[in-house]
């Protein structure tokens, strides 16, 4: 460890604000307690109408009258598309992609959208258009409705640009950059890193810097109507209780703000972006042997742990968050957070997703038997949210502010805790009941067959319940194979050790994501536009969903005929 090692261990779930506490002692809580806290009496305590932003916004009046003027029909949807050119970062990605496939099917009198997409010329970004975008099974429904003039519509309707966020006019060509800067009406920012312990230096640069150059360009653009940035709602870092819909600004940080609420007098330095910067670019000259990347990633947490993150990721994108509120002048901005994004719930088509997501891998080393125990609290909240809905509440989004292009920042949670609560012990229940009924088949045609997950709050009883049951499991008698077999187990605790650490703030999370932006949304929106862009997770029945959707599709479009290390 390089900075406060003494200070803040990476191995603690102690809070920091105890940490600078004389008498914190008694700081433990029941978890149990607050997971089972009612949502009845959360609701009437907590609820109220209008969300607090800390934002100037114009009033719900003139909101409606506004909205009123531009569509007859609920906000207006597919008709605020009509004729946009957007531009669209990270294109390629998950959320990106299942974006585009709906703007496209539902908004298909769009103008252009350019992506955005890392490559050496022109014909190499076609060719990811084409194998990542054109020929994705995401697409074949798009592809069916418009049959032979499908590979047309794309070409008129997608214009793939050779470009990098984290540059200068992101990367394009000087006369494209120009061209694109005159024509288009809207930016949705999907570009980040979102690996939990990436190096600190590669982080901010993905989802810090890249979000400046894109303010930077943004300010070139004479129609923009609105930029769209997507942040995560564990952004909100080690808060605790009812989350509010808040915008960061640049210095807060969330141990400041813990101690502040404790002992005002006692001081705790500001957040500073370009001291951050400073430090990894001395560290980049000094350093220069094979350690460093494993000292960046080491960096990354520490820094995190000390201003009051779980881990370099939110850590970073709230710093993002940060940098898009002082620079956006008169831009009009919507930033989105959404908690866990997984499978489509239903467009367009129920399971579809891509790679693995955040609790994909629980589920994979539980279907092998691998993952007998959790290092978690059985009744802490896991919120998740499918991807269909995020992408219906982003168009539903840019919709409303667009029309009203008020130069404001909004802030949405995409979230569930706060209107559909599932605990860790339900979903590994529903993990349970499909491999019950439904065996994982290993190379050797051998079933596996599950038992039910037990859950630890110490890594210690985690780690030797998992030597235990892979020794039963795995009785050698010949004295040559111990060894090897050994081994092989230390390599695979080793890496449930890791796992386990990277989740363990999810896992203990103790956070409501307050949502009521999106309920308001949804109240925008006529009865069709609820149908056609639903949002509501109230209507998801979780066990449901694993079984007969999540879990299917994990394994049909990215687990089938994939050896996964």
Sequence with gaps: MLLFKNIFPLNTREHTYNLFSQNHGNHKKSRKNLCYMKYE??????????????????????????????????????NFFEGKNILVTGATGFLAKALIEKMLRTTPKVNKIYLLIRAKDKEAAFLRLKNEIMESELFK?????????????????????????????????????????????????????????????????????????????????????????????????????????????????????????????????????????????????????????????????ERAKLYGWQDTYTFTKAIGEMLIN??????????????????????PFPGWIQGF???????????????????????GLVD??????????????????GYLQNPELNIYHLTSTFTNPVSFSQIFDYFYDFFKLFPFVNSKGD????????????????????WEVLSKQHEVQ????????????????????????????YMFYKGWFHNGNMQKLMGDMSEEEKISFEIDVTKINWRNYFVKTHIPGLQKYVLEGKKIN
């Design 141 to 301: 429904y798009l592809e069916e409705m418009h049959g032979e003039s499908y590979k047309l519509f794309i070409k008129n309707k997608l214009v793939p640009i050779v470009g990098n966020i984290y540059e200068p006019n992101l990367g394009m060509d000087i006369i494209i950059s120009q061209k694109i800067a005159q024509e288009i009406d809207l930016i949705v920012d999907s570009a980040a890193i979102t690996t939990f312990d990436e190096r600190y230096d590669l982080a901010l640069n993905a989802n810090v810097n890249g979000p400046y150059q894109l303010m930077m360009f943004a300010k070139k653009c004479k129609k923009l109507k609105l930029l769209m940035h997507y942040s995560t709602a564990y952004a909100n870092g080690e808060r605790e209780g009812i989350i509010l819909e808040k915008p960061f600004t640049m210095g807060e940080s969330i141990t400041k703000e813990k101690i502040t609420s404790i002992s005002p007098f006692i001081e705790f330095p500001s957040l500073d972006v370009e001291n951050e910067m400073d430090l990894i670019s001395k560290l980049k000259k000094n350093i220069k042997n094979k350690c460093l990347d494993q000292i960046m990633k080491d960096l990354g947490l």
């Design 326 to 347: 002082s620079m956006r002048d008169e831009i009009p901005i919507l930033i989105l957070r959404p908690s866990i994004i997984i499978s489509s719930y239903k467009e």
């Design 478 to 505: 010949d004295e040559k194979e111990v060894a090897k077999i050994q081994m092989r187990f230390k390599r695979k605790v080793k890496y449930l050790k890791h796992i386990s650490k990277l989740y363990e703030p």
């Design 384 to 401: 998740l949210v499918p991807v269909d809905m995020v992408v219906n509440a982003t168009m539903a989004a840019i919709a409303k502010y």
């Design 447 to 466: 079933t596996i067959e599950v038992k039910k997950v037990r859950f630890f709050d110490k890594i210690s009883d985690f780690e030797n319940y998992i």
């Design 41 to 78: 009496n959360f609701e009437k305590k907590y609820y109220q109408p209008k969300v607090v932003t800390n934002v100037e916004a114009i009033t719900m009046e003139n909101e409606k009258e506004i909205i009123s003027q531009k569509s007859n029909n609920g906000i207006g949807i597919v």
């Design 357 to 379: 997501r955040t609790i994909d891998p629980l589920i994979y080393f539980y279907q092998k038997g691998d993952l007998p125990c959790i290092l978690g609290d059985p009744n």
